[in-house]
């Protein structure tokens, strides 16, 4: 088969994997919150699957890296996760309009769903990147245009959605469960890619990617990966509440004006080559920092109408946001990584930022959403949004004093060593 067909079919792989993950996950606040989730319960339901990202090494490294082809193993996965979706969609899906709302031992259950869920889940975004590596030849150039298909995928349910007047019903989530089934499906007729690892040893130290530890040592490393860390916090509020926030102030389609952030990821990721080559990591590392204190400055001070353009403009910096410092962070990862702790470096950066930080940032939204959401008043959106804005700002001055690597194509690697930190 040739090489374009091969990518086609990668691509709607991306496509599908994305769109399950879009179809829930921005706008679950906005159906869960009225059955009876409370923003604590929602700051579990998003710290879940951070959890099971940090879990998720052990199901790639211990199972599907050894034992099972990786088109197999995807298959599965997604099947299963499809019957945690579907099991959660029946667990909240109540009348609403009737004012039926869940008891907490039975919010717990559908959380623990969820976690099951992710655990299923999560995995996936790895194998599915690890499938297509092993199946195109020039990976620099053919991954970036197959991987743009999961952007994509991610963009059309919100605008679906919106379309068909879902953004605060069940909808979604049996949608994402029906997505799952077709993924799961579809996985079993990918290329065949025999599990990389089969027949060798490995060690739990590999798998946690111990050995990438001495990057740490590296003071301009550490300080990335500390400011990679803290910033992963008030990321979690956007995920977790711009939603539901956009849609409370008045603003029409939320599903649909939050795939706005994905649209603006495409064109940011485009432009990157040009902006890396003239700017350097630690001035692409700051904008996209300081693209995040916009962002939440704008929801702070756009509550208060609201100003419907400083809450779109809130949006449209995603792409900033994550392409110039995700996307820049594991470049500059991959180059002062040696080629022996690469992969482990990529892990680690992934562990301490979606894993760690996205866990605690989580459940931090959920406290800071419930402390400015008084039961016989409005919520104060603006000291809201203030917190996750103050707090990327002290990152941003941290990182900017802290961070002396000279960006550059000369910086040296570190090579693996016996040495840990």
């Not at 979690?236 to 509440?241: E, L």
Request: glycine fraction near 10%; hydrophobic fraction near 50%.
């Amino acid at each position: 088969m040739g090489s374009t067909a091969t990518a086609a079919r990668l691509s709607v792989m991306m496509f599908i994997q994305f769109f399950i993950w879009g179809a829930w996950y921005v706008t679950a606040p906005l159906y869960l919150g009225p059955v009876g989730f409370g923003p604590a319960d929602i700051g579990s339901v998003y710290a879940v699957g951070p959890l099971a990202g940090i879990l998720s090494p052990f199901i790639v490294g211990m199972i599907a890296d050894r034992f099972f082809s990786t088109e197999r193993v995807l298959g599965v996965l997604h099947l299963l996760g499809a019957g945690m979706m579907y099991t959660v969609a029946t667990k909240i899906d109540v009348d609403v309009d009737a004012g039926v709302t869940l008891s907490e031992t039975e919010v717990a259950t559908v959380i623990s769903c969820i976690f099951g869920y992710m655990l299923c889940y999560y995995p996936t975004l790895a194998l599915t990147n690890s499938l297509a590596m092993h199946n195109i030849t020039d990976s620099e150039k053919t991954f970036p245009l197959i991987r743009v298909f999961g952007t994509i995928g991610w963009i059309v349910p919100g605008v679906f959605i919106s379309f068909m007047n879902w953004d605060s019903t069940i909808n979604f989530f049996w949608m994402a469960s029906y997505a799952s089934i077709v993924m799961g499906l579809y996985c079993f007729t990918l290329p065949h890619t025999p599990p990389p690892a089969k027949g060798k040893s490995i060690s739990v130290r590999e798998i946690l990617g111990l050995d990438a530890l001495v990057l740490l040592k590296r003071p301009s490393y550490l300080a990335f990966m500390v400011s990679s860390f803290l910033i992963c916090i008030p990321l979690a509020f956007y995920y977790q509440i711009a939603a539901k926030y956009i849609g409370a102030v008045g603003v029409e389609n939320p599903a649909f004006k939050m795939s706005f952030g994905q649209m603006s990821e495409i064109v940011f990721m485009l432009a990157m080559p040009f902006f890396f080559k003239r700017l350097g990591v630690k001035k692409m590392l700051l904008i996209g920092m300081l693209a995040w204190v916009v962002r939440y400055a704008l929801f702070a001070f756009g509550a208060d109408g609201p100003t419907v353009w400083m809450l779109i403009g809130g949006i449209l910096l995603h792409g900033i946001c994550y392409d110039f410092f995700f996307v820049t962070g594991q470049i500059y990862t991959d180059k002062v990584a040696g080629p022996e702790i690469r992969g482990q470096a990529q892990g680690m950066l992934v562990l301490f930022t979606l894993g760690f930080g996205m866990m605690i940032g989580a459940k931090v939204a959920g406290y800071i959403e419930g402390y400015f959401s008084p039961a016989d008043a409005p919520v104060d959106w603006q000291n809201l949004w203030l917190v996750p804005a103050i707090a990327s700002a002290v990152v941003f001055v941290f990182f900017a004093l802290v961070f002396k690597d000279k960006v550059s194509r000369d910086i040296e690697p570190v090579e693996e060593s016996g040495d840990t930190v």
